[in-house]
């Protein structure tokens, strides 16, 4: 098996990249040294570039020159997809042998398994990155630079966050650790918390608001908005009861005028980028300067059939890959007349009724995402460089389900939430009045799962709930039986790589 180096070799080997442009969507193309990248605020934005372009990108072209190997080769978003949602009744994947998809799909993964170790060295290559930026940059005076450094806190707290959330605890570095061959010290799940928070909050008083973000870099809402994910999962991640906190945090979203898309759709297309509405924070593709196998074109033609008669055109695809469906569970969450079940049928049934999950008869596409413009053409050929959709990453919808979710779980009655809820009701049908006895617990996650489905937060949703492991809620092959089983309470987290234990004995548990 290929693995990537013990991370502070990362750090010790990192190699930043300028490039030409300030722009955040452009590759790094030519070489210097770090005195020359941090010696002007062009070079520093260019360094920053490649920090935000670490989640989606693998290196410095369309094809090869990776930044350093992987088991399967794909970004870090990719790979963060399929970790978040194919263990879930969300995605039933189908490529179970030639993308080492099985032990994901049947809840069977181990310390060995190919996504868990590609995943973990690209969040702490992300982490390096910012560390490498912020160490050369924090002293600086310069106002703008200043801004620079929020913004890579906030990335590495990001990545930091998918630490903690997939693998429960995980090495700590900084940008004040040393560079050379030692053992990083473990933080647990606690430790990682109080981190993520501390910084957090640093840095959302730091960051521009939402009227004075330019697109696609990060903001305060875009701090908050992640600081409440992390204070609704903090009894999971051992850091006791934050509903109030979270409810705080959501506020601070929305009191700074982001308002919903009425037009669901148009958020998850190739001109999403106009959804600042409603999208906080976005990873930005482009299938000419930022272009990803991994992220939105992954979610655009993994969806479209390799073997059927669905037209890849109609998505704004030039092609299918056929990688992945739905399950029967999921999709049985949407009432009549919901304008988020965009799902392609066909002849499919709907369950796979103890069939294999990689059969094709079975299982309905999710085409959620799209390459087509608001005009309803192509914005890229896919087969050549991939989607121009956006990855919307942080957006108003999940703040308003988070803010419901911790009222209620702190002792708020439904008739407060209610107002909260029927915003998104009024979005996803044209007529229907949500009462107050509809709203619980319960609700909330299967709404959850109706507006938010493959944004990376089902299997997030379902530990939370108690149900991601147990068999208060089982799907069809969950645990690798037909009909769905319990699996470990283990399985709540992931492994830290075999490799990476091996090479750091402060690891292993």
């Given at each position: 098996m290929k693995k990537a180096?013990?991370?502070?070799?990362?750090?010790?080997?990192?190699?930043?990249?300028?490039?030409?442009?300030?722009?955040l969507d452009e590759y790094p193309h030519t070489e210097v040294n770090g005195s020359e990248v941090y010696s002007t605020t062009a070079g520093c934005n260019s360094a920053l570039a490649k920090v935000y372009a670490s989640y989606v990108i693998v290196g410095q072209a369309k094809e090869g020159l990776s930044d350093f190997s992987t088991n399967n080769g794909y970004?870090?978003?990719?790979?963060?997809?399929?970790?978040?949602?194919?263990?879930?009744?969300?995605?039933?994947?189908?490529?179970?042998?030639?993308?080492?998809?099985?032990?994901?799909?049947?809840?069977?993964?181990?310390?060995?398994?190919?996504?868990?170790?590609?995943?973990?060295?690209?969040?702490?290559?992300?982490?390096?990155l910012a560390n490498d930026f912020i160490a050369n940059t924090a002293s600086k005076e310069d106002q703008?630079?200043?801004?620079?450094?929020?913004e890579a806190r906030f990335l590495r707290a990001l990545a930091y966050y998918m630490v903690l959330d997939l693998y429960g605890k995980g090495p700590f570095v900084d940008e004040n650790s040393g560079i050379g061959s030692y053992h990083p010290d473990v933080y647990t799940n606690a430790q990682l918390f109080a981190y993520i928070e501390s910084e957090l909050k640093a840095v959302a008083t730091a960051l521009p608001a939402k009227s004075a973000v330019e697109y696609g870099r990060a903001s305060s809402g875009a701090a908050y908005a992640l600081l409440a994910k992390l204070?609704?999962?903090?009894?999971?991640?051992?850091?006791?009861?934050?509903?109030?906190?979270?409810?705080?945090?959501?506020?601070?979203?929305?009191?700074?005028?982001?308002?919903?898309?009425?037009?669901?759709?148009?958020?998850?297309?190739?001109?999403?980028?106009?959804?600042?509405?409603?999208?906080?924070?976005?990873?930005?593709?482009?299938?000419?300067?930022?272009?990803?196998?991994?992220?939105?074109?992954?979610?655009?033609?993994?969806?479209?059939?390799?073997?059927?008669?669905?037209?890849?055109?109609?998505?704004?695809?030039?092609?299918?890959?056929?990688?992945?469906?739905?399950?029967?569970?999921?999709?049985?969450?949407?009432?009549?007349?919901?304008?988020?079940?965009?799902?392609?049928?066909?002849?499919?049934?709907?369950?796979?009724?103890?069939?294999?999950?990689?059969?094709q008869n079975y299982g309905w596409f999710g085409c959620k995402y799209t390459n087509l413009t608001d005009a309803g053409e192509s914005a890229s050929n896919t087969a050549d460089g991939g989607a121009c959709t956006d990855y919307p990453m942080l957006r108003l919808?999940?703040?308003?389900?988070?803010?419901?979710?911790?009222?209620?779980?702190?002792?708020?009655?439904?008739?407060?939430?209610?107002?909260?809820?029927?915003?998104?009701?009024?979005?996803?049908?044209?007529?229907?009045?949500?009462?107050?006895?509809?709203?619980?617990?319960?609700?909330?996650?299967?709404?959850?799962?109706?507006?938010?489905?493959?944004?990376?937060?089902?299997?997030?949703?379902?530990?939370?709930?108690?149900?991601?492991?147990?068999?208060?809620?089982?799907?069809?092959?969950?645990?690798?039986?037909?009909?769905?089983t319990a699996v470990s309470s283990t399985m709540n987290t992931y492994p830290i790589p075999a490799a990476e234990q091996s090479a750091n004995y402060k690891l292993k548990d």
């Open positions: 180096n013990n991370i502070k070799l990362f750090l010790a080997s990192l190699l930043l990249l300028a490039v030409t442009s300030c722009s970004d870090l978003m990719r790979g963060y997809i399929n970790m978040q949602e194919m263990p879930t009744d969300e995605m039933a994947p189908t490529w179970l042998e030639g993308d080492q998809q099985a032990g994901l799909g049947y809840m069977q993964w181990n310390a060995d398994d190919s996504w868990v170790s590609d995943v973990y060295y690209r969040l702490y290559y992300t982490i390096a703008t630079i200043k801004q620079y450094v929020s204070y609704l999962n903090a009894e999971v991640y051992g850091a006791g009861n934050h509903y109030a906190d979270c409810v705080t945090a959501c506020d601070n979203v929305l009191t700074q005028g982001y308002t919903l898309e009425q037009d669901y759709q148009k958020l998850f297309n190739a001109d999403n980028h106009k959804r600042t509405n409603e999208i906080i924070f976005s990873l930005n593709i482009d299938a000419t300067n930022t272009v990803s196998w991994g992220a939105t074109t992954y979610l655009v033609c993994g969806a479209i059939g390799n073997s059927n008669n669905q037209n890849a055109a109609d998505y704004g695809a030039t092609g299918g890959w056929g990688n992945f469906r739905t399950r029967g569970e999921f999709t049985s969450l949407f009432n009549e007349g919901d304008k988020r079940a965009l799902f392609w049928k066909n002849d499919s049934q709907q369950f796979f009724n103890g069939n294999s999950i990689d059969d919808a999940d703040v308003i389900l988070m803010k419901a979710e911790a009222m209620l779980r702190n002792g708020s009655a439904a008739d407060a939430v209610l107002p909260l809820l029927q915003q998104l009701c009024d979005r996803a049908f044209d007529d229907r009045t949500l009462l107050a006895s509809e709203v619980n617990l319960q609700y909330i996650l299967d709404e959850r799962a109706r507006e938010l489905w493959w944004e990376c937060t089902r299997r997030t949703d379902l530990v939370r709930y108690g149900m991601f492991t147990t068999n208060k809620y089982l799907w069809e092959w969950k645990g690798g039986a037909a009909a769905g």
